[in-house]
């Protein structure tokens, strides 16, 4: 069985082993597209695979949407070429239930799709024409949380972002510029509004979407690229929509890989880019999935309701969003994360058999996480926390693992646990010294950045921004020290990295007490979680 337009005309072959095919008329979905298209995604990884175009699939199943979505790729153009191109835009979804069963459906939602970059001239072309549709209704994307910095910690421009302020719209080379450069053309051909919406999963996603537009916007106002009015159109005529996006999709398994290609499945290679994304025609994914967006769409919408999207206020969002992101399951998720790394945990399922790590992650949603959550109504905190602990992260057929978890670290705390601490700081009911395991997962950040596991022996950290950085601080440290350690006093203070200032509040004593008993030796950090997490 191969995965193209030509593999799927042996339909027989492909439901005799239990895989579902869409039923739409693919090739008036495409031409439809192409004519009057209603949805641009950017962003053509795993996530967006298997969950935005999958809703899509189901709306064109049952006849409530004639056209497809239109991928554009801004980042790794490899996928566009080896997972796209390829296979005519299909892709095989993988879900991964927690009974070991699994579902296998091909998703043909995507009309087409493309390199995101005016280094490709004709593709450039392509997406300026594209913005220029009055049809266009949205254009959504999932580029990663770091995908919408435009500055460094000290808060200065980097210098890749200095460099598309100075080029202007025809020249930029990062997302966040090449999206408002689309925009621009858009505001000039003078077609109507249209909503940005950010399904990235991070904490008011629409309104950094919104800020870092419009800053790139006002700054080539400054150097003549664009005129002013473009700027009243972004206020005016362009929504920003806060959502909330829920649904782990791992890398490629090879035992996935295996399962299909006993099925007869010919397009299971396993990809590595040069970029680092781990990708293959396949993506494996959980059953459970969450979305939910602010309703404000100038120029109309999908009909996504009917897939099982929430559309709701911006106010709910926001509960929902910080239930999920800092107390139910992002935060659960770091904790995992950096622990497994340092106790030589491949799976995250696994990690949910661990006594200590369970427990760990237990009390820091149940007893400090909850205490601050705001009920959003449309979806149960407890019932929310419960299926993560008790039924998602322990599945044990879902292959992810800490390291995918560990990447970007750095980007992460501050929300997932500082925005915690902020809660009990800003409560005058609950006092910030009794949030001990916070303070377990921070030290066991400064010790997952010296690279050696809890025998000592070296790890291969994830990627992230400001790793080079951030190891500085621990580079002179070495197990055994007892402290007091004066290097970290700087690392500790920056709230940017933890949400809060550690020295300022009081926490950092504790961070420190915890950071020493961490590094005491040999095995020192399965005995330390033993100590505090019961």
Known sequence: ????????????????????????????????SAQNPTWVHFGAGNIFRVFPAALQQRLLNRGLATTGIVVGEGFDY????????KHDNLTLMVTLNSDGSIAKEVIASVASAHKCDPHFTEEWEFFKDLFKKPSLQMASMTITEKGYGLTGADGSYSPAVANDLAAGPAKSSLFIPKLTALVYERYRATVGPLALVSMDNCSHNGEKLANAV????????????????????????VSFPWSMIDKITPRPDEAV???????GFEDSALIVTERHTYTAPFVNAEAPQY?????????????????GVSFTDRDTVNKVERMKVTTCLNPLHTALAIYGCLLSHTLISEEMRDGELKRLVERIGYDEGMPVVVDPKILDPKAFIEEVLTVRFPNPFMPDTPQRIATDTSQKLAIRFGETIKAYLGDPTLDVANLKMIPLVYAGYLRYLMGLDDDLVPFALSPDPRLAELQQFVKDITIGDDGPFPQLEAILQDDTIWGVD???IGMAPLVRSYFTSLIAGKGAIRNTLREYVW
């Open 214 to 237: 419009k800053t790139v916007a006002r700054e080539w106002k400054e150097r003549g690229f664009v005129d002013s009015g473009f700027l009243t159109y972004l206020d005016e005529q």
């Open 291 to 307: 979305l939910v967006i602010e309703d404000d769409f100038p120029n109309g919408r999908p009909a996504l309701e009917e897939a």
């Open 1 to 32: 069985m191969k995965l193209t337009d030509a593999g799927l005309q042996q339909r027989e072959l492909w439901e005799s082993s239990s895989y579902t095919l869409p039923t739409f008329d693919r090739v008036a979905m495409i031409e439809e």
């Open 78 to 85: 490899e996928i566009i070429d080896e997972v796209f191109t």
């Open 502 to 504: 550690l020295v300022a």
């Open 257 to 263: 890989k295996r399962m299909l290609e006993a099925d």
